[in-house]
């Protein structure tokens, strides 16, 4: 292999002046974690407008009772690719490319740990994702049968067997994730030892920004979890592929293997993707309360504890399974259990707002409304955490709103909330406020409209999965509002997208500080330049910022 | 990554033209390329591995290069008009308000009244309240004892069955157990009331009065056929709600015209704990 | 003006105490506790299905202890810290020496591996298809195996680079990662034998 030399000193030219192959290489060669975060980021919001669409259509299809806006196979794989895409194509890489970005920046790094690590790893996800939407060209595989996968997202045994599952839409499922999660774990690898090892001068633990406490223990759960589902894919790799029998119920194997190891990965996942949205309220909400984070060492302690916790409650989507009833008890009690640091972060947050200066722009309208819809999640979990109201409602469209609730009124809201928070960093604009209004409003209205109603059918009977229904259940009238809400969702993402396009051709110019910010981030240029600090800062406590702004007040004389 | 000599504030300028920074490579790429291509090919044909396993090979190659024997850098250089705005310094000064003192963190209500005044209230709008149940017993089944009876079958199951009649006449247990049982809640809920009323914006004792017993109302209406199915069979509802009208206006006066006490919220640690003498209260 | 001053003086004793981690040493932690957690799946897997298999042939009838190759699994991990120390002194002859011990080692670990597979498909008829018991013992001691292999071609070209002539003694750092990687390998064989040889029979 030759060796390419670089000179060590290329006259550099201005912004613009390049080429587009210079253009091409300096992203595709880039090692830089701001353009890696960045990419990761643009990347998962083109995976979520296609899974939002496949939403839709799932929506319209149910909007009306013995609908045929597609089949019933259709269907099926419309709903697997949904999920897959949504946890492993959108969360994932908002994880990877929030931490990517502000980490450095927030602990005075000028890169991450590894930056060729990270690049692999930001490659590697996106060509797992390649390789999962490959299927629905060559998801016929050998027999000719299938296209995309349509065992669900958790793709529970015996159904993904050969038997059952022929063509090879399934091994496109294993394969698509399994390199995919090489990618999360290189990038949740890459922030732990950067967390651990690059902070700068005077950066403590304690005076850690709570942004990447968080993301620490994320990227935590991520290397614990995640092997357990590669492990779990390499088994029915080799039932699918050698005739193993991990799973083959027929050779003694048991189907319930699968349930649980999936969930041991599955449930801590649903952590690893709502603990973005806890760190970016954890920064949002203290910016525009003008106060700092309330019971920062109880916030640290709480997300330390779902951190463990969260390890140990997976067999909660299993009660339906027939465990047996102490498991049945631990399950439920630890999964009650998780409530208590959740409850602390709400409350804290809460607090925070409490007797604050509120500025209510757009990041903290979204905070605002995550604080409000989060808690009914929580609260729908811990309906849901007991068992026998589980039995009743397991698989039905209760669960469906529920989960939706967390994973966009938590997670998708809290996003928003980071994106118009960050973005003036990354580009150097801002946001317009007046779109931004239209688009929390537009949201929050096709939010509700679209997945209260889903409690309601859950509790009227209504399964999950199912493609179409008899127009005799009495689920019709909130089918159709369900999907009414979805147009105002889809008008909401739109005008996100043209705000984005539209602010950076010519949007407000932000300066290098436009929310008065207290974290390292707001300390260098917007955007940063790549090495993103001249000199390494020196950091005295957890607010670096107030204390420069404020010579005479420093919150160092008070901490500790 | 070179080690920083230099320490500064944040957005400080530093005397270096040059920093350095990891240089680009697209080998990491080429990595997960070959890696993606090489687990591909088990879906797809053993060539499409075969071709993964030698990008991958190659690139590592590459990638080795890049680190062995150094990690390759480039000198970034240091551009001033990418320097960050310099950091505007807040003259203003704060000052930091001490525990216990004025405005700061202070709850609402500041006064309360005391728990005496509740349960006087609650005696006297229970006795409003037992007044006008018999006075509706009287008007309409002419009998005092009758919704003293009702109220008793909450606790004495036989009453559930019993005729009119037997509603209508005397029964020293049912009566006792009423008595008690509707001077106990009365009492309870006028204590809640003297807790409550100093929440409530200007003129508690409407508030107080007229609104409470309706939601009291409406919470009593959906769950009456739980707790006494019998009183729920034979209840007049608007006799019902002016029974509770009474208790609300009577019992909300009573508790108004108690002297109110200030809470402690605004004492030091040390006179919370009766280490040093609480301080007097203006009035 | 004077509190910037006692800033920067505070700036300067920071600096003078400030370490780090290195990073290194952070990244193969953790690389090695997400490692284990990968393996962790594929022992409990073996653990759930002792017994659980509906035909033989069965642990007990199949399996001999593979006592040689895990001495010698166990002791190249000595071999190993020689050659770090040796290498750390700057002994590079002894350092080749204890390195090829080690790659030697653990090449008779794979042959061993090799041999043991190749008599139970061809005499004992367990092929990973047979039945439970042959799915999670070739899984598990395959997983164990290719780590074993993955360990052995960096060892490889560590030592290729040195005889090439690449003054490996500059990169001390990462032939001590390599050790602990290959300790961790050691480890896990510790585990592999205690729950497939011991346990499982």
Redesign the interface.
Known sequence: MASIDYPLERPRPKEGEFSFSETLYRWVATVDHKRLGLMYIVTALLFLVIAGLMASVMRLQLAFPNNHVVGPETFNRLFTMHGTTMVFLVGMPFVAGLSNYLVPLMIGARDMAFPRLNAFGYWIFLFGGLLLYFSYIGGGGLSGHGSAPDVGWFAYAPLTSKAFSRGASTDFWILGILVAGIGSVASALNVIVTTICMRCPGMTLTRMPMFVWVMLIDSWLIIIALPPLTAAQVMLLIDRFLGGNFFNTQAGGSAVLWQHFFWIFGHPEVYILIFPAFAILSEVIPIFSRKPLFGRAAMVGAVVAIGFISLGVWAHHMFAVGMTSWSNTFFAASSMLVGIPTGIKIFNWTATMYGGKLRLDTPMLFCCAFLLQFLVAGLTGIMLAVSPFDWQLHDSYFVVGHFHFTLIGGLVFGLFAGMYYWFPKATGKLLCEKLGRWNFWLFVIGFETTFIPMHFLGILGMPRRIYTYAPDRGWDFWNLVSSLGVIAQAAAIALFIWNVIDSIRSGEKAGDDPWDGWTLEWATSSPPPEYNFEKLPVVRSSRPLWDLKHPHDPDWKFEQ | ?AH?T?????????E?T??E?????????V???G??LL??G???HWAVSATGFVIAV?AA???W?????HE?H??????PA????P????TR??V?LQLGEGGH?RRIPEKIHPYSAGFWGGLAGGTAMAGLACLYGLIAEHSIWYPINLLAAMVIPDLGQASIEQLRAFNGLAFVAAFIGHGVISVLVGVVYAVMLPMFPKYAPFWAGILMPLFWSGLVATTLDIVNPAMNARISWPWFVACQLGFGLVGGFVIARSTSISTMQAWSLAERAFLEAPPRDEK | MALAQTYKGDALTLEQGWHMPDRGTVGIAFLIVTESALFTIFVVAYLVYIGKSLNGPMPKDVLDLPIVATICLLSSSITVVFAEHALKKGHLGAFKLWWIATIALGLEFLTATGIEWHKLIYKDHLTIRTNLFGTTYYSLVGLHASHVIVGMVFLLLVMGVTFAGFPIQTQFRRVRFLSWYWHFVDAVWVVVFTVVYVVGR
Do not use: N, Y
């Open positions: 990554m920083e230099h320490h500064g504030e944040a957005g400080e300028h530093s270096q040059h920093i920074m990891p240089a680009p490579t697209f080998w990491p790429m990595f997960a390329f890696v993606a687990l591909a088990i879906v797809t190659c190659f590459g990638w290069h890049d680190v062995i024997p390759r480039e000198e970034q250089p240091i551009e990418l320097r960050p705005e950091i505007l310094v807040e000064s704060v930091r963190r």
